[in-house]
């Protein structure tokens, strides 16, 4: 089939890359000259775990061109695939400007008719709008797909080759046959249903998930002051089949681009429609919190963050990816040189840009992130921290040998053992 896919984020670009590679011809569009450039010359803009061989692949079976012409792009293709990026506004809601221009977009230049599949995550309700307001004036005949993504970013490869479940919102069922086909070879239950239910499959999952996470995260809390070790907690309850065990790693909360998003937004449709969702309110005010209890318990810890020295191990707001927003790790800094810290931080694929408050604060090789510190927070669980020196990163740091491990992945007792202040989050 021959495919256009709009926008070359991690979700475009693992689209793109792999439905060139299982036989496609795609041709993917990015207005981002320099990201297009670099996409030219067989180079990812981004970090994502696997992304990189395929894209060689990809381009290696002459499947895949890249352009900024979403005309060129269109003019031979049955699918296209909208894989833009639905930023937040400031009042939570939904900045649907670039989806829209991509709708008028085809809805314009299109000359034969064609399938539009939307992999954006926007609210339910929106297929309907844009079928309403764009598609249905345009001069050929528009199917318009909601098809929401569940890849999480450093695992995008992995998940969209092994999904859980592939969703897809359709107008009338044979607007789904196209997309079928595409997804033919990969072996997962195929719901088909109405557009504005599938878009809020995908609203709804985040915001699961996002509540387990905010669960725990309190439940952990709770541990502290009653003294329980919320690993063995997680571990008994998870181990309840009704329940499960992913999402019950309780830590410094949820970061990255989709979950601080989707739960604000679900919130805004949820008041726009005249209903108080209490629960993802108290989800969205939980997590905000967990990272001011980091702050807090660090500065318990050290007696004032005044002049103190932290290092930070980790700034991406989960390893294998180099996306730091709404990252903990990056609040956490900001709020700790706030109050007079000194602050170092070390990851080991994030790059801040050169105006960025923390850039120059930043080291590649963690022993020098520590050094003189009083206390590290391992913030970000990249593998590089778990194999840590820690008898090297000891004699590198200054009294009172703080670690808090906001993920609890290291080993308490070989840190208590070796003189360290262990602090976990409910343990
Ligand atoms: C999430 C969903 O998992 C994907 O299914 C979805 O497609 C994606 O959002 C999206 O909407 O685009 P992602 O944000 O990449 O994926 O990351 P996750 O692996 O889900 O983690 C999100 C955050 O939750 C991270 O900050 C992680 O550290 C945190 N988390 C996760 C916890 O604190 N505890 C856990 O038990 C699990």
């Known amino acids: 089939m021959r495919i256009c896919v709009v926008g070359c984020g991690y979700v475009g670009l693992v689209v793109a890359c792999s439905l060139s590679i299982c036989g496609h011809s795609v041709c993917a569009v990015e207005r981002d000259q320099k990201k297009l450039s670099l996409l030219r010359q067989n180079k990812m803009p981004f970090y994502e ?21 979403l005309r060129t792009a ?9 894989t ?62 909601s098809n929401p993504e569940f890849l999480r970013e450093g695992e995008a490869v992995f998940d969209w080759l092994h999904p859980d479940r592939i969703v897809i919102g359709v107008n009338n069922p044979s607007d789904a046959e196209g997309l079928l086909k595409v997804y033919q070879h990969i072996e997962a239950p195929k719901l ?23 669960f725990i995260n309190e439940i952990a809390n709770l541990c502290e002051l009653v003294g329980a070790d919320i690993l063995q907690v997680s571990k008994g309850v998870g181990l309840d089949k009704r329940i499960g065990p ?15 998003k989707d739960t604000k937004a679900l919130d805004y449709v949820s008041s726009f429609n005249g209903h108080s969702f209490n629960l993802l309110k108290a989800v969205i005010q939980v997590n905000a919190e967990q990272r001011i209890r980091v702050v807090r318990k660090l500065e318990h810890a050290l007696t004032g963050l005044t002049g103190r020295r932290i290092g930070i191990l980790g700034l991406a707001f989960k390893p294998g990816t180099d996306d730091t927003r709404e990252a903990p790790a990056i609040d956490i800094a900001t709020q700790l040189l706030s109050q007079g810290a000194i602050v170092h931080a070390c990851d080991p694929v994030v790059e801040l840009g050169p105006s ?67 602090l976990g989050i409910g343990r």
Request: aromatic content about 8%.
């Open 49 to 69: 775990k696997g992304l990189q061989a395929m894209l060689l692949e990809a381009r290696k079976k002459n499947a895949l061109t890249f352009t900024d012409d």
């Open 192 to 214: 088909v249903m109405d557009v504005t239910s599938a878009e809020m499959v995908k609203y709804a999952a985040n915001a699961f998930l996002a509540t387990k996470i905010s």
């Open 356 to 422: 960025h408050h923390l850039s120059n604060l930043t080291y590649k090789d963690p022993y020098e992130a520590v050094k003189g510190c009083q206390a590290v927070l391992l913030a970000t669980e990249w593998d590089m921290f778990l194999r840590l020196d820690w008898s090297r990163v000891k004699e590198l740091m200054e009294p009172p040998y703080v670690v808090l491990d906001g993920r609890n992945v290291l080993d308490k007792d070989e840190l208590t053992k070796k003189g360290f202040m262990y």
């Open 74 to 82: 269109l003019e031979n293709s049955d699918l296209v695939f909208v």
């Open 246 to 260: 992913s999402f019950l790693r309780a830590g410094l909360g949820y970061g990255g681009s989709c979950f601080p």
């Open 84 to 145: 833009v990026g639905t930023p937040s506004l400031a009042d939570g809601r939904v900045d649907l400007g670039q989806v829209r221009s991509v709708a008028e977009g085809i809805a314009e230049l299109a000359t034969k008719p064609v399938t539009v599949v939307m992999k954006s995550t926007v609210p339910p309700g929106t297929g309907r709008a844009l079928c309403e307001a764009i598609f249905s004036k345009a001069s050929v005949p528009i199917k318009y797909v």
